[in-house]
């Protein structure tokens, strides 16, 4: 099993920075994905970010150049470091984890809250 808890949402005013957190423990393959998906009131979830644990990104449109992904493997670690954050950036965000043929787990959620 594994567990995953993230950390560092909260308010920001448009056009400000977070920088959320999401640690993993449990059984990890070496080879995993780690990322982050989002989802707002009335909207589908979103892949916002995802990182393989070999270096390889991928980002949604609407945040490229504004949202990085970066991962400590050594601790199992995920981060998502948020800037230039808009109203449309308000959301629940949740950490996953994919590993293995279709083992995939999430954590509890944390929300960012955009707003002046």
């Known amino acids: 099993q594994v567990q995953l808890v993230e950390s560092g949402g909260g308010l920001v005013q448009p056009g400000g920075s977070l920088r959320l957190s999401c640690a993993a423990s449990?059984?990890?393959?070496?080879?995993?994905?780690m990322g982050w998906y989002r989802r707002a009131p009335g909207k589908q979830r979103e892949l916002v970010a995802s990182?393989?644990?070999?270096?390889?990104?991928n980002y949604a449109d609407s945040v490229k150049g504004r949202f990085t992904i970066s991962r400590d493997n050594a601790k199992n670690a995920v981060y998502l470091q948020m800037n230039s954050l808009n109203a449309d950036d308000t959301a629940a965000y949740y950490c996953?984890?994919?590993?293995?043929?279709?083992?995939?787990?999430w954590g509890q959620g944390t929300q960012v809250t955009v707003s002046s």
């Open positions: 990182m393989t644990s070999g270096g390889s990104t």
């Open positions: 996953y984890l994919a590993q293995g043929y279709c083992d995939r787990y």
């Open positions: 449990g059984c990890i393959f070496k080879i995993n994905t």
